[in-house]
């Protein structure tokens, strides 16, 4: 990477103990962004599940202490919750300095409005994810969830892993990935023709036209066995960037 300004997207790392070496990369590439990095914006499952604040893993230490640097050292960095992470709260935000956002937002990328989002809710026709989702974002349901022990919790959080896995694994792929019109309804609607998001594990980016004038989608890839970043330049250059081991 250069010294030109620049900001980070990353999304879909899944995070979790049984793969430190992911975490490693992850706390690599947030040590290693020095000056030229303007912010970081991570757009969801950034952990593999999360049931609560109150988990002090080794693992989280790490994540907490790598983002609280790159905040001393004066970058920006931003969360945005996932369908794995959504329980991620106010104690967390403290600890690691970063702000967390809503589930949709425009931003201003060096003079170019983009929306960014997880992107689960643009997959419309999948039904019966939609649902549950609504369920799992009821802040009563939440709060009761929250006031069981941590043990109890990460049992149900893992349950409800093997649940979403199933259901990923009979859905086609097509219902799980976005619906075109949606995408197009939400950039119409927060008036951008540039879209960033995860969720699907497809990185691409997608052109197309809305009311006759060219648009963008850019996907971010998940971190399977490698890490990924989108990088957006100062000066308009975009690329994806892969970390190695």
Request: hydrophobic share 35%; net charge neutral.
């Amino acid at each position: 990477m250069t010294d030109r300004r620049k900001t980070l997207f990353i999304s879909d790392l899944h995070l979790q103990e049984s793969n430190p070496n992911m975490t490693r990369i992850f706390c690599q590439l947030i040590e290693n962004s020095d000056y030229s990095v303007d912010a970081i914006y991570i757009l969801g499952d950034l952990f593999e599940a999360w049931v609560g604040d109150d988990d002090e893993s080794p693992m989280y230490q790490a994540i907490s202490n790598a983002l609280q640097s790159a905040r001393k050292r004066g970058i920006a960095t931003f969360f945005m919750h996932g369908n794995r992470d959504f329980l991620i709260g106010k104690k967390f935000a403290y600890r690691t300095g970063c702000t967390l956002l809503p589930e949709a937002v425009k931003i201003d990328l060096y003079g170019t409005p983009v929306l960014i989002m997880h992107g689960d809710t643009l997959c419309s026709e999948d039904v019966v994810y939609l649902k549950s989702r609504k369920t799992a974002r009821n802040r009563f349901y939440q709060t009761l969830f929250l006031l069981l022990p941590l043990k109890i919790r990460k049992q149900i959080g893992e349950r409800m892993r093997l649940k979403s896995y199933a259901h990923t694994s009979i859905t086609p792929k097509e219902i799980m990935d976005v619906t075109q019109t949606e995408v197009e309804r939400v950039m119409q609607q927060y008036h951008v023709r540039h879209l960033i998001h995860g969720h699907t594990h497809r990185p691409a980016i997608h052109e197309f036209t809305i009311a006759s004038q060219p648009a963008e989608r850019i996907v971010l890839d998940a971190w399977h066995d490698r890490g990924h970043a989108f990088v957006w330049h100062e000066t308009g250059e975009r690329e994806h960037v892969y970390l190695e081991n």
